[in-house]
């Protein structure tokens, strides 16, 4: 959203804008170390490569964006003019993703939470934040921002992840009502398709290329660095889109009735580290294509957003909208059918090496059979020709079979990206598409030791844990250490901070920094997200019943600072 001194109604989340056609200047304070400031430096290219924008370091202009150590990450949105600071702590803040969501803020982005929109995609759960961080997460208003008409998007760098600045680390401080984006938001590599498009519309980067504009497909826009090419969504490549984005493995895929397998590289095995596998899938037109994962040996390194190594699916019909991503353990059990006759896969290796996926895919209906065939479709009715160049079908045209001893299509993927053709005699059993029961290797984890004691004495500042023992070949992803926050009452009066057991914590009114008193009877009070148990309605409505000027500022201040 930009601001409203502009006389129009801007972005998702852009302030107040930049002058495109001069690079905008920046530099450094002394205390960013040289690591620090060449990450900035590649998270300030990836902004410049992708839209109409330029930086150029210790340049000339008044204003202008100064990086700092200020003990956190933290930016103001949009041009404020004068020296405008970017905190990025080190350690902490000095990730290419974080940086590139602060510098994000400067250029005019809010958090993607906050659209307008929100209720629409995401439940914010306010119990679980504290009060002085509800700001973050409160939707701006409809004549306060600019979406662009672009739609949500789980994948944005912008977005918070499902446990941002909560009060109890076991809950989640956002949830989306779609539950398969839950493990998509939060991501921290790099601004997303949307990020970058939403940018490129609020600077106009559009009036650089000269019209009429070429026409893009699957979502993509003219690249306003070289007019005559297509920026495309992730998945798809090409001067119009029009391609499977090239990878290690992958390609495009005609999907008939006859299911077949789709699996991570070397599956069962670990999949090869920095290896991004991409897939195209089609279906004959008017056809969808359908998505089943096996519950066999499915494992991605687990973490509560996905964002490196994690299967994707991308079932449309908007492909520029990051798609559902899953890692951890267990396979979604339900069968995902794409809204039209295409469906984009990501298998992303950029984690540590695991088990990956195995799947399987098919269409609802078969591709016709053409009289003066070439050669390829002359093939066997067992076997997949599979090329990144070229689309290839399946020749077998009769309705799947479900008893045993048939021969299935086999997708086997290949490091090298060559033209491979497989045929593979199984003798599988029956294949259902009722979920399947999850065994729980868990069982083969020791018991829960006690409770160690609480770190601190007072104050909610403390932590108390337990940890088990579980095998590491048969118990994969099995929670081995639990915490839990611990005396929760408020600290004596006049106590500003405490220092014990390695950790430094400061207080207010008795409360770890960030919880609020809560008084319980005369002789107790306890410290939690929200202060005296306030109902958080009628602390919001409470908040609202100011005047129309007080109203206005308090927002203002509201929407100046966006913080990581």
Partial sequence: MFSLDENKRIKRKVGKRWDKSRPISYDFADNVPEQSRQRIRQALAVWERETCLSFVENGPDVDRLEFFDGGGCSSFVGKTGGTQGISISTPGCDFIG??????????????????????????????????????????????????????????????????????????????TLDINWQSTIGQRIGPSFLDILSINKAYFCSEKCSKPLINCLHGGYPNPNKCLECKCPH??????????????????LKLSKNKIKISSPSHPNLFPSNIDCIWLLKAPPGGHIFFQFSSENFYYSCEDTCDKSFIELKTGPDFRITGYRFCCSVAPKNIFRSSSSEMIVIHSGQGPSSEGFLAYIWSDLDWEKKPNSIKETTLEPTTLKINKEKETATETIEPPTTTTGTTENFIENTTEGKEIVFSSTTTPTELKTTPTTQINNCLNCDNWSHWEECTQICGGCGKIKRKRICNKTTSINCQTEEKRICNQNACPAGTNFLFSNGEFHLLWKGCCFGLFPNKIDSNLTECGPLENNENIFMKILSSLLTSQDGRKNNRSEKMRKGEH
Avoid at 167 to 175: A, E, K, L
Avoid at 235 to 243: D, P, V, Y
């Fill in 98 to 175: 974080i940086i590139a969501h602060e510098i994000g803020h400067a250029l005019g982005t809010f958090h993607e939470q906050a659209r307008p929109d929100q209720s629409r995609h995401i439940a914010i759960h306010y119990n679980n934040i504290p009060l002085t961080r509800w700001n973050n997460f409160q939707p701006v208003n409809e004549d306060q921002a600019e979406t662009f008409r672009l739609p949500y998007d789980p994948g944005s760098v912008m977005h918070y992840g499902p446990y941002g600045f909560a009060s109890d680390q076991y809950n989640p401080t956002i949830s």
């Fill in 235 to 252: 998945g798809f490549s090409g001067k119009l889109c029009e391609l499977v984005q090239p990878s290690t493995c992958g390609g495009t």
